[in-house]
């Protein structure tokens, strides 16, 4: 199983990323697909998450500010971030989850956002 997570650099504040995760290895469609961030000293919390029948959740941090979809035809997942904020910097992971005893995690991508 791989997931590749790609999109993340460097951002003014404002400004928009549109993160992706590419999967394989797995059945994409039987997967809640989730993002999860962590910056040094931190847990990790979650950004958003999108089940296979696709109902999205969020991050409380988010308000409006990102959007999650997912493409089954592709297994990749995409969350949209709009009006980004300095501490949204972090590396963002993606991850596929069945169920506690099998998710799959991805490697991460650094997103800055200065001010």
Do not use: H
């Given at each position: 199983?791989?997931?590749?997570?790609?999109?993340?650099?460097?951002v003014q504040a404002g400004g928009s990323?549109?993160?992706?995760?590419?999967?394989?290895?797995?059945?994409?469609?039987?997967?809640?697909?989730?993002?999860?961030?962590?910056?040094?000293?931190?847990?990790?919390?979650?950004?958003?998450?999108?089940?296979?029948?696709?109902?999205?959740?969020?991050?409380?941090?988010?308000?409006?500010?990102?959007?999650?979809?997912?493409?089954?035809?592709?297994n990749t997942v995409y969350p949209q971030?709009?009006?980004?904020?300095?501490?949204?910097?972090?590396?963002?992971?993606?991850?596929?989850?069945?169920?506690?005893?099998?998710?799959?995690?991805?490697?991460?991508?650094?997103?800055?956002?200065?001010?």
């Amino acid at each position: 199983v791989q997931l590749q997570a790609s999109g993340g650099g460097l951002v003014q504040a404002g400004g928009s990323l549109r993160l992706s995760c590419v999967t394989s290895g797995l059945t994409f469609g039987n997967y809640v697909m989730a993002w999860y961030r962590q910056t040094p000293g931190n847990q990790r919390e979650l950004v958003a998450s999108i089940s296979p029948n696709r109902i999205s959740n969020y991050g409380e941090f988010v308000k409006g500010r990102f959007t999650i979809e997912r493409d089954d035809a592709k297994n990749t997942v995409y969350p949209q971030m709009g009006k980004l904020r300095p501490q949204d910097t972090a590396v963002y992971y993606c991850g596929a989850v069945f169920s506690r005893a099998q998710q799959y995690w991805g490697q991460g991508t650094l997103v800055t956002v200065s001010s």
